[in-house]
């Protein structure tokens, strides 16, 4: 059974930095892609970053690229999202994901296992 928790969220200024981490449990964490997505109040879920098992590929959404950066610690079951020059528009629940496949999806339905959310909220 995997669970995923994430931790680090918080309530910070415009410019400010945070790193959210995720801890997952089970065997097959280390050969999972995992992911970060984000539900701001009244908007659809959407991809921010993904990481392959191996985490030699990434990807980032658009909106947070140059800004974000999603990296991982097999070793410790553990995947991050650093995310600098943070604006009010990150506000959101940022949620981390697994799925049953070594490769890098930004679609939600892709993923398997999912956290319970963290709350980001970034004042202006």
């Known amino acids: 059974q995997v669970q995923l928790v994430e931790s680090g969220g918080g309530l910070v200024q415009a410019g400010d930095s945070l790193r959210l981490s995720c801890a997952a449990s089970g065997r097959t964490f280390s050969s999972s892609a995992m992911g970060w997505f984000r539900q701001a109040p009244g908007k659809e879920r959407e991809f921010v970053a993904g990481i392959s098992w191996s985490g030699v590929t990434t990807s980032h959404a658009d909106s947070v690229k140059g800004r974000f950066s999603i990296f991982r610690e097999n070793a410790k079951n553990t995947v991050h999202l650093q995310m600098n020059d943070l604006k009010p528009e990150d506000t959101a629940i940022y949620y981390c994901?697994?799925?049953?496949?070594?490769?890098?999806?930004?679609?939600?339905?892709?993923?398997?296992?999912w956290g319970q959310g963290t709350q980001v909220t970034v004042s202006s």
């Open positions: 994901a697994q799925r049953d496949s070594r490769a890098i999806s930004i679609v939600a339905l892709e993923y398997d296992y």
